[in-house]
């Protein structure tokens, strides 16, 4: 974490404000040669010569000092650092902040009054150098949003095959050799924006474009300052949301309880438990939340868990009556946003009462429906789990395993998406949208 001392940036941040920080003119140039590169594929990344960093935080707020580590960069040659902050921006999707110049492996960024809340990415340029981007969240620790989204940094580094290895392969792109520990002090792979510009940027324009003013942190934030959802009225995650800390699961089911609706937004979430060290930047000890020694399955939270790998099925929709699938039609089908891993409720051990939203034909070596599930707790907050990562990708037509998706499919999953996002800002969903139990709660 960047250090915790905070100065005074004066942003607008009174109602409408992302309104009018999306009225700026936008810029079609954050993507030009640099087209999305997925990320945990080292294996088959290309090996030229790049122009990469990393930043000592994942985030950072008002008057906060952050430094940008580069990597790759020729001795004495210039490095130019683009800065861009996210969003919809009459369609651009990025706005140019401010363009950097530095020489050398080590640059500070300050936050200030011209960077104002969100998710930021940093575009890397140098001479006879292929082009990168870092990720910063740039966050306001007053924010009073009615949405908070939590950026999945830590599911980004387990993934992360930058140098070699990750939490799942070493070099040799074996899992007998993987890492047993993983280290944030490093770029990511890919295009060097982590799992952001596919499984987490598609829902945020959409949001964006709605004028929905979002409280941005990223899920280490949640593990160092539990009181990070204090304000908020709804929690996001996004499409592929899987390694969870104790204290940001903590968090989240303290929030519920609270009367703080939940969505992911995504497929295996919260699947496994990770310990971060923060003198060492590391993530290591990884255990099943389902495991004995845990037993906190993640059904107990979302009302559904991870049961199937590689998956490619569709969606019927089975609850066309209300919120948030009633912008649909009953038994509509979303054709291909079933996989790659997928959710169902677990037919064994504990797990809540809930509505089933969309359905799947039965998928897997088990044979079991994939479903988008909801439920409400006492407190009146809704739990919305979308029970597939190919949701949030399927967006933009980007899901790192291969998937395409038709014109009609996008835009289904972008109008249930926008009607999550509205739905999320009007508190409690208990107290307007009732959950019809259609598999009962086994406790």
């Given amino acids: 974490m960047a250090p915790a001392e905070a100065g005074t940036c004066d942003w607008d941040t009174d109602a409408g ?31 030229v010569k790049r122009i990469e960093g990393w930043f000592g935080a994942t985030s950072a707020q008002c008057g906060q000092n952050v430094a940008l580590h580069i990597v790759g960069a020729a001795e004495g040659a ?5 800065i861009y902050r996210m969003g919809y921006y009459g369609g651009d999707r990025a706005r140019l902040v401010a363009v950097e110049k530095t020489v050398g492996d080590l640059w500070k960024f300050k936050v200030t009054q011209n960077t104002p809340p ?12 292929k082009t990168s981007f870092v ?27 930058w140098g ?10 074996k899992r007998e050799t993987k890492a047993l520990s993983v280290t944030f002090n490093r770029p990511y792979d890919g295009d060097g924006a982590g799992q952001f510009r596919y499984m987490e940027f598609p829902a945020l324009y959409l949001a964006e474009r709605a004028g929905h003013e979002i409280n941005y942190i990223t899920d280490l934030d949640l593990h160092s300052d539990p009181t990070a959802l204090r304000n908020t009225k709804s929690i996001v995650v996004g499409g592929h949301s899987e390694y969870w800390t104790e204290r940001m699961r903590g968090a989240i089911d303290t929030s519920v309880d609270r009367g703080i609706n939940f969505v992911s937004l995504g497929g295996n979430t919260a699947y496994n438990r990770v310990t971060y060290n923060p003198k060492d930047r590391t993530i290591s000890n990884i255990v099943m939340w389902r495991d004995p020694t845990v037993k906190k399955p993640e059904a107990l939270l979302l009302g559904a868990q991870f049961f199937a790998l590689g998956v490619k099925s569709d969606y019927t929709v089975k609850s066309a009556a209300q919120w948030p ?8 089908k979303i054709l291909g946003v079933v996989g790659r891993e997928v959710d169902a409720p677990p037919a064994s051990g504990k ?3 809930v509505e089933i939203l969309a359905q799947s034909p039965p998928v897997g070596d088990a044979k079991i429906a994939a479903v988008a599930t909801y439920y409400t707790r006492e407190s009146e907050a809704g739990i919305l789990n979308i029970g597939t990562n190919g949701w949030v990708c399927a967006i933009d037509n980007k899901c790192p395993w291969g998937h395409t ?25 208990g107290k307007w949208r009732p959950a019809t139990i259609d598999i009962p709660a086994q406790l």
């Fill in 17 to 47: 404000w992302v309104v009018r920080e999306n009225a700026k003119p936008g810029a079609k140039q954050l993507d030009f040669g640099a087209p999305v590169r997925m990320s945990a594929d080292f294996s088959r990344r290309v090996n």
């Fill in 78 to 82: 210039e490095t130019t650092i683009s």
């Fill in 118 to 129: 969100g998710q930021y990415l940093f575009r890397l340029e140098a001479y006879r150098r």
């Fill in 135 to 161: 990720p910063l969240v740039i966050r306001d620790q007053k924010s009073k949003s009615a949405i908070t989204f939590i950026s999945s940094v830590l599911t980004w580094q387990a993934y992360n095959q």
């Fill in 164 to 173: 070699g290895s990750s939490l799942y392969k070493g070099p040799d792109a």
């Fill in 325 to 332: 699938f009633d912008v649909l039609k009953q038994d509509e």
């Fill in 351 to 353: 797990r809540v009462g």
């Fill in 405 to 429: 998706f038709s014109i009609k499919t996008r835009k289904q999953i972008a109008a249930v998406t926008e009607a999550i996002f509205e739905g999320l800002t009007r508190g409690p969903l």
